[in-house]
């Protein structure tokens, strides 16, 4: 699942520097209606895979 919502980052929003300009500074992934109900240890892992995709 991890993996997968990773991907659907990148090909949604592009490299993980425009995350930031997408969710705003204090935005997380949980805003987006795509990944409601998660936990910060779940958003940690999927924003550590995310990184490493180009």
Do not use: W
Request: charged residues 30%; glycine residues 6%.
């Amino acid at each position: 699942m991890h993996v997968l919502a990773a991907h659907i980052l990148q090909a949604e929003i592009g490299d993980i520097d425009k995350l930031e300009d997408y969710l705003g500074k204090n935005g997380s992934l949980a805003d987006l209606k795509m990944f409601e109900n998660m936990t910060p240890r779940v958003e940690a892992k999927i924003r550590d895979i995310y990184k490493t995709l180009r």
